[in-house]
Nanobody, 119 residues
Framework: QVQLVESGGGLVQPGGSLRLSCAAS????????MGWYRQAPGKQRELVAA???????NYADSVKGRFTISRDNAKNTVHLQMNSLKPEDTAVYIC?????????????WGQGTQVTVSS
């Protein structure tokens, strides 16, 4: 079993920044790829960014140049630095672990953390 616990969500004004973190525990050797998905009300869950254990990344077009995913393999954590946030970035952000980079194939999910971008 794998447990994923997110932190770092909150309320931020448009143009602001937030940093999300996800800590993995359990049988983490089974996770090659970690990523962040998001789900806004009434919309499908979508991949935001993913990263392999070797550092290769994959981003949604809507966040390229604004978001950066990083991973600390020694600490079993993954981070999502979000800059230049827009109201349309408002969603529940969910950490995922799985395999394959593009497309990511998730097998484990966190509980999610709310990100609200509003003035």
């Amino acid at each position: 079993q794998v447990q994923l616990v997110e932190s770092g969500g909150g309320l931020v004004q448009p143009g602001g920044s937030l940093r999300l973190s996800c800590a993995a525990s359990g049988t983490i050797f089974s996770i090659n790829v970690m990523g962040w998905y998001r789900q806004a009300p009434g919309k499908q869950r979508e991949l935001v960014a993913a990263i392999t254990s070797g550092g290769s990344t994959n981003y949604a077009d809507s966040v390229k140049g604004r978001f950066t995913i990083s991973r600390d393999n020694a600490k079993n954590t993954v981070h999502l630095q979000m800059n230049s946030l827009k109201p349309e970035d408002t969603a529940v952000y969910i950490c995922a672990g799985g395999r394959n980079l593009a497309p990511m194939i998730p097998g484990y999910w966190g509980q999610g953390t709310q990100v609200t971008v509003s003035s």
